[in-house]
């Protein structure tokens, strides 16, 4: 073995044991999860549809990778680039990065992964920043938007009627509407004063109000994916018993935002569930809405489970060709 390859074997090593130690994490709480909750599990009777779990796996791999592919086409407003394989090497292990106790793992991991693909980590992580804001901003206006659920308590204390989808839809393109227009405008004077300050981070991007449209468009999108995930998911495995596919997306998509909300809360655990469970329970009961919640929770860290390995397996996202030539010399 030459100097080279052996410099580059040991640098390996270091790397392989972190992700290593991110998948035993991700599996370690998937089982205490399991375990923890077998009990309200067994409480409901349900039988699994796997041509329909597995087109509901299909609906959130898109919307997850449809994200993914986002951000790393967002670095180019952070004069950076990424590689759309690396890219879903670096999101797929830092999201594994919730499950290791400690709230700054996942952008710690993140920002690291970035680093080794010859991103900034200032770039890569303003751009995650920029993304969970439009989610959350998004998230919450198609929310909104689609759910006569979250929207009854507030109307009813009121004495008014909800009003209808129609209006609703309306009033959630004004409001993205309205951001698309005052944002970048924003964008400029907070450029200069963090500029000024400091000189060499680029903190806040280059954005265009078409680019933040389409961006806000595309961000909308996987909501949709992944709010049409859950709904296909509840009918693969509670079937005709499941909750309407509108309400249950709409529900899913709060409770999401819920979850980001609380960022102090690794992967929303807790938030989103309580959520799903107090939503979910006028349409299909406790018992099922608490079975939904549990079951969805453990699917989705499989999914993200699965994911991982796949990228892995497939070496997507090895060291960039400029970090490997450094590591030569």
Request: proline share 5%; charged share 15%.
């Amino acid at each position: 073995m030459t100097r080279t390859s052996a410099k580059l074997a040991r640098s390996t090593v270091p790397r392989r044991v972190a992700q290593l130690i991110l998948v035993v994490a991700a599996v370690g709480f998937i089982w205490r999860f399991a375990v923890r909750h077998g009990a309200d599990l067994g409480r409901v009777e349900w039988r699994v549809s796997y041509p329909a779990i597995l087109l509901a796996s299909l609906v959130w791999a898109l919307a997850f990778g449809g994200l993914v592919l986002l951000w790393s086409h967002s670095l180019r407003w952070w004069d950076a680039r990424m590689r759309r394989g690396a890219a879903l090497r670096v999101f797929f292990l830092s999201n594994l990065a919730r499950y290791i106790p400690g709230a700054v793992w996942q952008f710690a991991g993140l920002a690291a992964m970035s680093a080794a693909q010859g991103v900034s980590p200032v770039a890569a992580t303003a751009a995650v920043l920029w993304q969970q804001a439009a989610l959350l901003g998004t998230g919450m206006v198609l929310a909104v938007a689609l759910s006569p659920v979250a929207l009854a308590p507030a109307f009813a204390r009121l004495s008014l009627p909800i009003p209808s989808l129609g209006t609703r839809l309306t009033l959630a393109l004004v409001l993205v509407a309205a951001a698309v227009v005052v944002v970048p405008r924003l964008l400029h004077p907070l450029r200069r004063v963090i500029e000024r300050r400091f000189r060499d981070v680029k903190a806040v991007p280059h954005v265009s109000p078409a680019r933040m449209a389409a961006y806000l468009a595309l961000t909308t999108a996987s909501w949709i994916g992944y709010g049409v995930a859950f709904a296909l998911f509840c009918r693969a495995v509670l079937g005709d018993a499941a909750p309407p596919m509108v309400e249950a997306g709409a529900i899913y998509v709060a409770a999401y935002v819920l979850g980001i909300l609380f960022i102090i809360v690794p992967g929303g655990i807790g938030i989103r569930e309580g959520a799903l469970v107090a939503s979910l329970t006028p349409l299909v009961g406790a018992d099922r809405a608490l079975f939904l919640a549990i079951a969805s929770r453990l699917w989705l860290t499989a999914l993200e489970i699965v994911g991982a390995l796949i990228v892995l397996a497939l070496g997507a996202g090895r060291p960039a060709p400029a970090a490997a030539a450094d590591a030569e010399r």
